[in-house]
């Protein structure tokens, strides 16, 4: 069993900066892609970015350049670095494990982070 904890979501205006972090914990083994998703209100959950265990990453297009996700394998950690955030970019945003070999995957609480103009 893995358990994931986000923190660092909160209130921002419009161009501010936000930093997340989430940390895992539990049986955690073999290879997983770390990363985030988020959720609006009365849309699908999407993924903002992901990072394997590699070093991949892969983001929404509509984060680029904005958004850099890293992690942290000793601490079995995962960042998200929100820069020049939008509006659109409210939602709740979750952590999520998702093992390479095996369909597992976890997701933490959820953190929300609100962008207003």
């Known amino acids: 069993q893995v358990q994931l904890v986000e923190s660092g979501g909160g209130l921002v205006q419009l161009g501010g900066s936000l930093r997340l972090s989430c940390v895992a914990s539990g049986s955690i083994f073999s290879t997983y892609t770390m990363g985030w998703y988020r959720q609006a209100p009365g849309k699908e959950r999407e993924l903002v970015a992901a990072m394997t265990d590699e070093g991949s990453t892969n983001y929404a297009d509509s984060v680029k350049g904005r958004f850099t996700i890293s992690r942290d394998k000793i601490k079995n950690t995962v960042c998200l670095q929100m820069n020049g955030l939008k509006p659109e970019d409210t939602g709740v945003y979750y952590c999520?494990?998702?093992?390479?070999?095996?369909?597992?995957?976890?997701w933490g609480q959820g953190t929300q982070v609100t962008v207003s103009s």
């Open positions: 999520n494990l998702k093992y390479r070999f095996y369909s597992r995957e976890y």
